[in-house]
């Protein structure tokens, strides 16, 4: 995969790795990993992995529109106290904008690959850490996606056997199981994402939009057309669901994962496989 590094830039830190690059604003949680690029194309209004923290009586609907709704979205409920990279992570500590004390540090950590794994194959992690300070909180944390995709496939079944693909009515919301695949506009790669099902209380995924039609390739200057059946499917995550006693830690998980082929199979149960046996996060 090559040298992974986070280069400091003028809007918080690039993550670039291989054929991936992509922008985490730490003071804007809500926006996830956005400006991405696979091969030096661009992925079309991609943010993964966004970060959003209601307070108590808030509802939690308002948390998964798209983080271009507006500054208090981008910002995710959160206020930043301090951020920095540590090798291949990238970590930041919050505290909410109102209504809990508490404290949420996130990591976002790139996955290391086994010896098996294809070459062009990347995980990154969104470690969450929860904690309340003075007294016991009922966080609302949520993590919320959305990308530009010609498809949607979700497990047909709870033992996430086999995968279905979604028409653009559908909305599907789950409680325990958090597991989707989304084949990129204009691409042949596979953005599969997926929580632990021990850390969700909620799961959901809905088209949200139509398609931007075309997009500017970048090594030809000419403007491609994108598939007529692409739209914009966003993704969400309702973690935290028990109440948070005072000085106790509470951890979740979720991860994105990109892998290039024509059909999701068999590609995303290893990779769910792989995340449902990988260790609990421990530390942030």
């Given at each position: 995969?090559?040298?992974?590094?986070?280069?400091?830039?003028?809007?918080?830190?690039?993550l670039?790795?291989?054929?991936?690059?992509?922008?985490?604003?730490?003071?804007?949680?809500?926006?996830?990993?956005?400006?991405?690029?696979?091969?030096?194309?661009?992925?079309?209004?991609?943010?993964?992995?966004?970060?959003?923290?209601?307070?108590?009586?808030?509802?939690?609907?308002?948390?998964?529109?798209?983080?271009?709704?507006?500054?208090?979205?981008?910002?995710?409920?959160?206020?930043?106290?301090?951020?920095?990279?540590?090798?291949?992570?990238?970590?930041?500590?919050?505290?909410?904008?109102?209504g809990?004390?508490?404290?949420?540090?996130?990591?976002?950590?790139?996955?290391?690959?086994?010896?098996?794994?294809?070459p062009?194959?990347?995980?990154?992690?969104?470690?969450?850490?929860?904690?309340?300070?003075?007294?016991?909180?009922?966080?609302?944390?949520?993590?919320?996606?959305?990308?530009?995709?010609?498809?949607?496939?979700?497990?047909?079944?709870?033992?996430c056997?086999?995968?279905?693909?979604?028409?653009?009515?559908?909305?599907?919301?789950?409680?325990?199981?958090?597991?989707?695949?989304?084949?990129?506009?204009?691409?042949?790669?596979?953005?599969?994402?997926?929580?632990?099902?021990?850390?969700?209380?909620?799961?959901?995924?809905?088209?949200?939009?139509?398609?931007?039609?075309?997009?500017?390739?970048?090594?030809?200057?000419?403007?491609?057309?994108?598939?007529?059946?692409?739209?914009?499917?966003?993704?969400?995550y309702?973690?935290?669901?028990?109440?948070?006693?005072?000085?106790?830690?509470?951890?979740?998980?979720?991860?994105?994962?990109?892998?290039?082929?024509?059909t999701?199979?068999?590609?995303?149960?290893?990779?769910?496989?792989?995340?449902?046996?990988?260790?609990?996060?421990?530390?942030?």
């Open positions: 995969m090559g040298q992974i590094r986070w280069e400091e830039v003028g809007n918080g830190f690039r670039v790795c291989g054929p991936f690059c992509a922008v985490v604003d730490p003071s804007r949680p809500g926006c996830g990993l956005h400006e991405l690029e696979i091969e030096d194309r661009k992925v079309p209004g991609a943010h993964l992995l966004g970060i959003r923290w209601a307070a108590p009586q808030q509802d939690c609907a308002v948390l998964m529109r798209p983080a271009s709704s507006g500054e208090m979205l981008q910002r995710g409920g959160c206020v930043l106290r301090d951020c920095w990279t540590c090798g291949a992570n990238l970590l930041a500590e919050y505290v909410p904008q109102v809990e004390d508490a404290s949420l540090v996130a990591r976002w950590r790139l996955v290391p690959s086994s010896p098996d794994s294809p062009n194959f990347l995980s990154l992690d969104l470690l969450l850490s929860l904690q309340s300070i003075e007294f016991e909180t009922y966080a609302q944390v949520c993590v919320v996606s959305c990308l530009e995709a010609e498809g949607a496939w979700v497990p047909t079944d709870e033992g056997r086999q995968l279905q693909p979604l028409e653009a009515r559908d909305k599907v919301q789950c409680a325990r199981v958090p597991v989707v695949c989304l084949k990129i506009a204009g691409s042949n790669w596979w953005y599969q994402e997926m929580a632990h099902p021990s850390d969700v209380a909620e799961a959901g995924i809905q088209a949200q939009g139509g398609s931007s039609g075309s997009e500017l390739d970048r090594n030809t200057g000419e403007r491609v057309s994108l598939s007529g059946s692409s739209g914009y499917w966003g993704t969400w309702r973690l935290f669901s028990e109440r948070v006693e005072r000085g106790l830690i509470l951890r979740a998980r979720v991860r994105g994962r990109f892998f290039p082929a024509v999701p199979e068999p590609f995303w149960r290893d990779g769910w496989q792989a995340f449902l046996e990988a260790p609990p996060p421990l530390g942030d």
